[in-house]
């Protein structure tokens, strides 16, 4: 049965008695009651039966109540600034609920930004803080699908563990192996994207090019990678990464070698930082120096970043504070520095396109960000 006018003026009159149901869940419920009548005209005896099924009402043998109003539709992908897609997901519904799962939260904006995301476009959508120990996050999981949550955030530590309930990933979050956005879809399956990826790269100053330029990343969690690879894709020679456990790195290495094969990578210990004179642009995606946990304290200290050459990038992926120690210390000595800020809100609006299909106002996310720290 096409999408028709007796269709959509059923749609539109059960929406006014309040029934929330989609044009493609009430289009299922007609032609089910087609084919019921047809099977019954068939086998009709006599023409007075015909009359009385003609006559009768539709029976509707689903309570409204618990139909599903979350139907989303995949369009055509919307490109990332360089080798990923993530298909744009449109739904009808009006409400819905997301929220961010980590642990801790306490340091987390995401409220306020996705609240003022939703609001510059016009929906009366939801966002909340579900803090969620590694332990729990079985029934966190079991949680939001029987709540009707439409989606949500991942953070850490749950970045890479959370992949293990995912029906599908898409290209970048499959790269990277770890997730940060996940759609619940209205049969309960799950898929995940990783925006980090774009929110990263988009942070970075255009007049800041990084091609032919030596990176060095501090860590090898969700967040690093997720760096690794925007730098990988964007022209840089040689990536060193830092780590407290090299034999711990090494399929690490060799994966991200088979991806990226122009690209040179190397391991070295964290600890044993000494000469960081090759390095164009340093990111610290440990959680050293966040609000909360370790906020006085850097992953590198003075005497060896100032071993920087003059010009290099200092990019701090922590947005709370604004200013870590090791931001100040670059600043102190002259360096260019990039705080978590934008990369956050870049990674949020793009989060926002996979669960609506539009795009939120950046700089509405942003003042939410900066007046709540």
């Known amino acids: 049965m096409a999408i028709n006018k007796e269709l959509y003026e059923r749609y539109k009159k059960l929406k006014a008695e309040g029934v929330n149901i989609t044009l493609a869940e009430l289009k299922s419920q007609m032609e089910e009651e087609q084919n019921n009548s047809q099977t019954q005209t068939m086998s009709a005896p006599n023409n007075n039966l015909v009359k009385d099924i003609e006559k009768s009402q539709p029976t509707w043998t689903t309570s409204y109540s618990n139909i599903q109003t979350q139907k989303p539709i995949e369009t055509n992908p919307t490109p990332y600034q360089g080798n990923f897609t993530t298909p744009i997901i449109q739904n009808e519904q009006k409400d819905k609920k997301f929220g961010l799962l980590g642990y801790p939260l306490g340091h ?10 939703f609001k510059s476009l016009g929906f009366n959508y939801t966002y909340e803080l579900l803090e969620t120990p590694p ?48 759609v619940i879809n209205p049969d309960k399956t799950m898929k ?39 730098l990988a894709t964007s022209g840089v020679k040689q990536i060193k990464i830092y ?5 711990n790195s090494i399929e690490l290495l060799k994966f991200l070698r088979s991806k990226f094969s122009t690209v040179e990578f190397n391991a070295f210990q964290i600890e044993y930082i000494r000469d960081l004179s090759d390095i164009n642009i340093l990111v610290n995606c440990t959680p050293i120096g966040m609000q909360g946990r ?76 900066l007046e709540n720290l």
């Open 108 to 117: 987390s904006l995401s409220t306020y930004i996705h609240n003022a995301g």
């Open 243 to 247: 780590t407290r456990s090299i034999p």
């Open 294 to 369: 370790s906020a006085d304290m850097t992953p590198v200290e003075e005497n060896e970043l100032r071993t920087l050459p003059e010009g290099a990038l200092v990019y701090d992926v922590i947005y709370n504070p604004k200013k870590t120690r090791l931001l100040k210390l670059a600043q102190k000595n002259g360096y260019k520095t990039i705080n978590g800020v934008d990369m956050f809100i870049y990674q949020a609006i793009e989060a926002e396109k996979i669960w609506t299909g539009q795009t939120p106002d950046f700089k509405d996310m942003k003042i939410a960000a």
């Open 192 to 230: 995940g994207y990783n925006t980090d990826v774009i929110g990263f790269r988009n942070a970075i100053p255009s007049d800041f090019s990084l091609v032919g330029k030596i990176a060095g990343v501090l860590g090898t969690g969700g967040a690093a990678r997720a760096a690794i690879t925007a």
């Open 135 to 182: 332990e729990n996050l079985v029934d966190r999981i079991k949680f939001l699908k029987s709540n009707n949550y439409a989606g949500f955030n991942v953070t850490i530590p749950l970045k890479l563990p959370v992949t293990m309930f995912l029906n599908e990933i898409d290209t970048s979050a499959d790269i990277i192996g770890a997730v940060n956005t996940v």
